[in-house]
């Protein structure tokens, strides 16, 4: 039996070259999703001893001024407070917990939700292990806030983000963002941070077009 493929975006919602690619990424869905899928999971950069204050990684600020001149976004005021306190601990489980809540209400919506959990914290300065931070984003993009906080407090998004960890480690994913054309057991690797739309459009075309002439 035949699987459509799909773009599988692996990120974590603490990676600021993530949020440096979701403009573009923003751009390359919109020009892509009536033809293929585009499906969201979170890989787990800051877990186990590395779930540390934001402060005890001192390349963050070196690395956002990067970001920016490259990709443009704006990194937000009150992220910036948070950073030049150094004692928020950055927990990459908790924020993945965060979007499986909303991703479990409608999947064809992931990487809408995961752009909204970005700005939540790199333009807003929220904590993403705050359940109040996805009850916000539930109630402004037309989920349901009751069964967000739901899936939050009973474990059930937990146990959806430890099976996202587990998927990125299966396809040997180590950095983010990682973008992924899946094709059944086949996996073939998009660019990603820096990449021009119409390179990506056309990497992804070549990509299809391959498995058609492989059929």
């Keep these: 039996m035949s699987t459509q493929p799909y773009v599988l975006y692996v990120a974590d919602a603490y990676c600021g070259w993530c949020f ?8 390359f869905e919109a020009a892509n999703r009536d033809r293929i899928d585009f499906r969201v999971i979170s890989g787990g950069l800051f877990v186990g001893d590395r779930a540390q204050p934001i402060g005890q990684y001192p390349h963050i600020p070196d690395a956002n001024a990067r970001i920016a001149r490259l990709t443009g976004v704006r990194f937000g005021p009150a992220y910036n407070a948070i950073l030049e306190q150094g004692t928020f601990v950055l927990d990459s489980a908790a924020a993945a ?24 914290f790199y333009g ?14 539930a109630a402004a993009t037309g989920l349901d806030p009751d069964r967000t906080k739901q899936l939050l407090a009973s474990g059930d ?59």
């Design 20 to 27: 440096g690619f979701g403009p573009r990424l923003k751009e």
């Design 97 to 120: 917990a965060g979007l499986a809540a909303l991703r479990a209400q409608d999947e064809q919506r992931g990487i809408e939700f995961f752009h909204q959990i970005q700005q939540e």
């Design 157 to 215: 998004a937990a146990k959806l983000a430890q099976a996202d960890f587990a998927t990125a480690r299966r396809l040997g994913v180590t950095t983010y963002p990682t973008l992924l054309l899946i094709d059944g057991s086949k996996v073939h690797r998009l660019p990603a941070t820096g990449t021009a739309l119409e390179v990506l459009n056309r990497e992804l075309t070549q990509a299809l077009a391959a498995r058609q002439s492989a059929a």
């Design 124 to 137: 807003e300065g929220r904590s993403l292990s705050d359940p109040e931070t996805y009850v916000r984003i």
